[in-house]
């Protein structure tokens, strides 16, 4: 297994369109969790699951956001009508039920147009 | 006030120095503390983890837990060009979601 992977690595998007990335965590984690991350800004936590169940959502994930994980495997996170202030990296990571700490991708950097 | 308060810096030294990066928190219901390294364009790499107050040391890094003043500190020894990245702090209560810090830039420079 090697980490954390996501796709894309980079996205370009004029406004408006929608975008969907994806997360595949280690293999054995059965947490996962996303997070967006701005320029000179810590990660901002935004949604996670325990294996299919999305047990929390931040304020930050407005009704333009979606994320799903079918079958406790990977994850999806959709943007809808994407504006310029989604511009940003999206961090995904796992960790096990009682992990010492996350495994983070390297992200999806997104642009948006 | 952000739960987790961080210099953003840039804080630059030369090689060999000792590194001292730091952070305060608020909530004193944390108890698990993280230090996380990125580099440019990439995602955070898990470097240090500390449960609860104490002291923990890995090679050229330790990691300190003040609950009772609510700071974190990371120490890097004999600094390295290749330790310069961005240093995060982060923090949870219980198994919840990490809280991180702006974090800080560190230059070392040879």
């Known amino acids: 297994d090697t980490g954390v992977s996501q796709n894309p690595r980079h996205k370009i998007t004029k406004r408006g369109q929608n975008v969907t990335f994806r997360c595949d965590p280690i293999?054995?984690?059965?947490?996962l969790y996303w997070y967006r991350q701005t320029l000179g800004q810590g990660p901002e936590f935004l949604t996670y699951f325990q294996n299919e169940a999305q047990l929390e959502k931040s304020r930050l994930l407005s009704d333009r956001f979606s994320a799903e994980r079918p079958k406790g495997s990977f994850s999806t996170l959709e943007i809808q009508r994407t504006e310029q202030g989604d511009s940003a990296m999206y961090l995904c990571?796992?960790?096990?039920?009682?992990?010492?700490?996350?495994?983070f991708g390297s992200g999806t950097r997104l642009t948006v147009v | 006030q952000k739960e987790v308060e961080q210099d953003p810096g840039p804080l630059s030294v030369p090689e060999g120095a000792i590194v001292s990066l730091n952070c305060t928190y608020s909530?004193?219901?944390?108890?698990?503390f993280m230090w996380y390294r990125q580099y440019s364009r990439k995602g955070p790499e898990l470097l240090m983890y500390t449960y609860s107050s104490g002291n923990k040391e890995d090679g050229r890094f330790t990691a300190q837990v003040d609950k009772s003043s609510k700071y974190i500190s990371l120490f890097i020894r004999d600094s390295q060009p290749s330790d310069s990245a961005t240093y995060l702090c982060?923090?949870?209560?219980?198994?919840?979601?990490?809280?991180f810090g702006t974090g800080t830039r560190l230059l070392v420079s040879p």
């Open positions: 990571a796992s960790s096990l039920d009682r992990g010492e700490g996350y495994t």
């Open positions: 909530n004193s219901a944390f108890q698990y």
């Open positions: 293999s054995e984690h059965n947490r």
């Open positions: 982060a923090m949870r209560k219980g198994f919840q979601k990490l809280v």
